[in-house]
């Protein structure tokens, strides 16, 4: 009984590396020509930062007051909003700190 049971664990943990590991031999394949035949030569993009960051601070009034990356009473400031509008002003927040910093990163030097 005890030994019938380790055989069945052992039998299921063989199946799924077995599984998995034919998936991921499989789709490697595809992986590696995920990016197609790029014929159009050097295709770089940019982001308006300044532009987002304005329309972020637009749609959220509680950003457009910030005058710091990190202002103290920021908490205070989530308290008065609802639930779902704290949340929206947190990502848009995160959001705003990623876009200063690709800013900061594609300025020339």
Known sequence: MFNMKHMKIAIFVLTV???????LIVNSGNMAYAQGNN???????????????????ARHPVLAQLVTNEDKDLVVKFKDLDTKEALKTALALN????????REIDEPQ
Request: charged share 10%; net charge neutral.
């Open 17 to 23: 590396s077995i599984l998995g590991t034919s998936a």
């Open 39 to 57: 014929t159009q030569g050097n295709v770089t993009t940019t982001i308006d930062a300044d532009g987002l960051i304005k329309s972020l601070k």
């Open 95 to 102: 959001m705003l700190h990623l876009l200063q910093q690709y």
